[in-house]
């Protein structure tokens, strides 16, 4: 008598086939992506990988962090910004990165018409929002004092030397430090081999590749003091984005409302009507830093400025109802399409 089979065909193959099926749902409710977190040059990072982790992935992210803030921070004296701020008029010698920080930060403040100055630190503390923070506002003899030092054109930057033309003038890299360490970052990931992820540094974005084969969805928040209300979902791919606002650092003294942006031309906090404006560029820096810029500039002028430049910008304008109202160009239109 022919032996029979301890199993049958088929109740191998339901045993087998529930097994794929459930590694198949196994296999798509897995994480897509490789989340890593930190903190620093005072506030939070985070990056996500599609790409399979492989390395040091977190200290590779934290040590490239830490190389640009030892460098640009005002808060470590012992930073190379802090000791430039010490010194008097004589040349003084900087680091390549440094280096590449103030040759966008002087081109922008050529681009922008002076509205992107890094000399603006001191009148930003005049007006109480440095820290610790204060309801003082500057008398308008502060102001005509410290005009004969701030402003961009007290500095002369060349082959990896920067020089001031009065002791007073300083340098706060902070509307564009954390744009350029963004972009350091992605540049370490794709030298380990990666190249689909999402590099974000206090609110400052980069995405590069895909993540499940479609753009990086990035969100960009409604102009509130509370956050975490969405405005917009906008597909990233290879750019950039940085958003620059009033609506949550701010003060009131007397019934009057002082935005912590300073339009360096009048020394005064800007009184428009944007409430935020987002930029998005090839490079974080220029993001960041034109986000501020156009910021100061108020509607019409960042719009311009924004078409010379090639630049896809979304603003959010305050209405007087208390609503607020969308602008967009055609560049940034073109983004909304890419799915």
Request: proline share 5%; glycine share 6%; net charge negative.
């Amino acid at each position: 008598m022919e032996a029979k089979p301890l199993y049958s065909t088929r109740k191998l193959l339901l045993p087998a086939l529930f097994v794929m099926a459930l590694f198949w749902v196994t296999w798509n409710r897995r994480p897509t992506t490789t989340a890593y977190y930190g903190q620093a040059m005072g506030t939070t990072w985070s990056v996500q990988i599609a790409d399979p982790p492989t390395g040091d992935i977190q200290s590779e992210i934290q040590k490239q962090l830490n190389i640009v803030n030892a460098l640009m921070s005002t808060y470590q004296p012992d930073s190379e910004i802090s000791r430039f701020n010490r010194t008097d008029t004589q040349p003084f010698k900087i680091s390549t990165q440094t280096q590449d920080v103030l040759s966008m930060a002087m081109t922008l403040f050529e681009d922008s018409n002076g509205a992107f100055d890094i000399t603006v630190g001191p009148v930003v503390n005049a007006w109480g929002f440095g820290f610790p923070p204060s309801l003082k506002n500057p008398t308008e003899s502060d102001l005509e004092e410290m005009r004969e030092y701030v402003g961009s054109n007290h500095l002369t930057l060349s082959e990896q030397t920067v020089l001031k033309d009065n002791p007073n003038t300083k340098i706060d890299l902070s509307a564009i430090a954390k744009g350029y360490a963004v972009d350091n970052v992605s540049k370490r990931l794709l030298e380990m081999g990666f190249t689909n992820f999402l590099v974000e540094v206090g609110g400052e974005i980069y995405a590069h590749g895909k993540k499940d084969n479609s753009s990086w969805m990035v969100g960009i928040e409604q102009p509130q003091q509370k956050q975490g209300s969405i405005q917009l979902i906008l597909p990233l791919e290879n750019a950039a984005l940085a958003t620059s606002g009033d609506y949550r650092n701010y003060k009131e003294r007397d019934g009057v409302r002082y935005s912590h942006t300073i339009d360096p031309r009048t020394l005064n906090p800007i009184s428009h009507n944007v409430a935020s404006i987002s930029v998005v560029a090839n490079s974080v820096m220029e993001s960041d830093a034109w986000a501020t810029a156009l910021n100061v500039l108020g509607e019409e002028e960042a719009f311009r400025l924004a078409e010379e430049y090639n630049l896809a910008i979304y603003m959010l304008l305050r209405e007087e109802d208390g609503q607020f109202r969308p602008r967009t160009n055609a560049a940034f239109g073109e983004l909304l399409q890419q799915q």
